[in-house]
């Protein structure tokens, strides 16, 4: 199957999906390619900082500063704490809940902005332009998803790979 639009960004990252969205919202006919997938093999939206970075090691700081102050310094304000533990389990869910809902809302704004997402590495195969020929892609570029190839032309290319 082969594609075309106006903007073609490589990565979904903070970057990239930002990208992706203000090209969208300019009118440009746009498509994100990224190839993550998430702890059940399914794609994902969002990169390094939403998936495995940022956002899930910012979760469980704040779940392990939450142990830290019930175990040292809630006393000061009067309050004691007994049997205190951790549920590391319970942790990785609420973790794991938040990086849901992070790269699942990238996902929604992609809809929302008419953003086309395609899951998959993206390979540059180089110009596909006819000279004095404006209105042919410029861009041409193969995605592989396991198995699954497609074709994407794009005017302009957005590499925001990290």
């Given at each position: ?7 073609a ?13 203000r ?32 956002i ?47 790269t ?40 592989k ?18």
């Amino acid at each position: 199957m082969s594609q075309s639009f106006d903007v073609a960004v490589i990565g979904a990252g903070p970057g990239g999906y930002v990208a992706a969205i203000r090209c969208a919202q300019l009118g440009l006919n746009t498509v994100c390619i990224d190839e993550w997938k998430n702890s059940e093999g399914k794609p994902s939206l969002g990169g390094t900082c939403l998936n495995v970075g940022c956002i899930p090691s910012k979760a469980l700081l704040e779940s392990s500063e939450n142990y830290e102050r019930a175990a040292r310094k809630f006393a000061v304000h009067g309050i004691t704490v007994e049997g205190l533990s951790i549920n590391v389990p319970v942790m990785i869910s609420r973790k794991d809940k938040i990086v849901s809902g992070f790269t699942g809302g990238v996902a929604m704004l992609f809809r929302k902005n008419k953003v086309t997402s395609i899951h998959g590495r993206a390979t540059l195969l180089g110009s596909g332009k006819k000279e004095n020929d404006k209105d042919s892609p410029l861009w041409r570029m193969e995605v592989k998803d396991g198995d699954k190839v497609d074709t994407v032309q794009a005017r302009n290319i957005i590499i925001a790979t990290g």
